[in-house]
């Protein structure tokens, strides 16, 4: 079951959004999301999160270009791999990556009332100097048991207080994925279409937010 909140909160971001991005003409503006799952599995419903945003970002979200990045082949953050300000070349690759973008949507499963060890990992190596998060928009999303991998994004969001990045505060997203009806399917893709309209509205409140943070809303 989602937060009880969505509903009311999918309505008033629908009426803000009407009012600000949804015009008869296209966004002037177009935001590069970099998305990160902190799963590895293959069939992770979390990094499934991430695809369903992408379609939505192809099909019924205009103005908004979503990079989904690969972290598992990071290695673990040692800095004396560091050599006069240079990283290895996949941790290179991996913060042009996240400077390049405009905003970041993390899918952040919950471990042990955290995040994983893999998104740390990210978010460590790119906030190496240069810090690379600094002043960016971003979202969280998470699917899971009991409380949908809700309380990885309170440790989350801390985190970003010290990367400078700039959390939206509503609508929240941790999808309970066990219980019925199914919100996945044997792939780990999203099939339930309440659970993807909220998804729509997560990215909604991210692009208004990217955009006002850029001055260009």
Do not use: C
């Not at 003409?25 to 590069?32: D, G, H, Q, T, W």
């Not at 219980?179 to 792939?187: G, M, S």
Request: charged share 20%.
């Amino acid at each position: 079951m989602i937060h009880k909140t969505y509903k009311l909160q999918h309505n008033l971001l629908e009426k803000k959004h009407n009012r600000t991005i949804h015009t008869d003409m296209a966004p002037s503006a177009v935001i590069k999301v970099a998305a990160l799952s902190g799963s590895l599995r293959k069939y992770s419903y979390n990094s499934g999160l991430i695809r369903a945003a992408i379609e939505l970002s192809k099909g019924s979200i205009e103005g908004i270009e979503i990079d989904f990045i690969d972290i598992s082949t990071l290695p673990m953050l040692n800095t004396d791999l560091e050599k006069n300000g240079t990283y290895p070349p996949l941790v290179e690759a991996f913060r042009n990556k996240i400077l390049q973008a405009d905003s970041v949507l993390f899918a952040s499963p919950e471990y042990n009332y955290s995040l994983t060890a893999p998104l740390k990992n990210a978010i460590d190596r790119a906030s190496r100097p240069q810090n690379v998060w600094a002043n960016k928009a971003a979202a969280i999303v998470s699917a899971g048991g009991n409380f949908g991998g809700g309380r990885s994004h309170y440790h989350l969001r801390q985190v970003g207080v010290y990367t400078d990045l700039h959390f939206i505060n509503k609508p929240e997203f941790y999808l309970k994925a066990f219980e019925p009806p199914a919100k996945f399917n044997d792939d780990g893709d999203l099939i339930d279409e309440e659970a993807k309209n909220m998804l729509k509205q997560v990215l909604l409140s991210l692009q208004t937010f990217t955009l006002r943070l850029q001055g260009k809303n």
